[in-house]
Nanobody, 124 residues
Framework: QVQLVESGGGLVQAGDSLKLSCAAS????????MGWFRQAPGKEREFVAA????????YYAASVKDRFTISRDNAKNTVYLQINSLKPEDTAVYYC?????????????????WGQGTQVTVSS
């Protein structure tokens, strides 16, 4: 099965930038899509961005597309999430997810592997 390990979270100030990383290991050849989701306290987990592993097609939530950039390095089996102009409302646990089957859905239920998450806290 695929293992995912996120890194790069932390405490930052509003307006700062942050780059999250997600390293995938084991059976990475089975990955079709990788994505980032986030969950703020008291809220449901929400989709942020996704990228197809082979073609590099990217998908974004409308609320973040101007500030977030997802990218991948297939040689390193790593996906990144660059976050610019951070806002306090970006505070959440950010999860990396992978899907090992073909699907166009960006719903969290359609990603079958998950990392443990990395906390991002933005102070005003």
């Amino acid at each position: 099965q695929v293992q995912l390990v996120e890194s790069g979270g932390g405490l930052v100030q509003a307006g700062d930038s942050l780059k999250l990383s997600c390293a995938a290991s084991r059976r990475t050849s089975r990955i079709d899509t990788m994505g980032w989701f986030r969950q703020a306290p008291g809220k449901e987990r929400e989709f942020v961005a996704a990228i197809s592993w082979s073609g590099g097609t990217t998908y974004y939530a409308a609320s973040v597309k101007d500030r977030f950039t997802i990218s991948r390095d297939n040689a390193k089996n790593t996906v990144y999430l660059q976050i610019n102009s951070l806002k306090p409302e970006d505070t959440a646990v950010y999860y990396c997810a992978a899907r090992t089957y073909l699907s166009t859905s960006l719903d969290a239920r359609n990603f079958n592997y998950w990392g443990q998450g990395t906390q991002v806290t933005v102070s005003s």
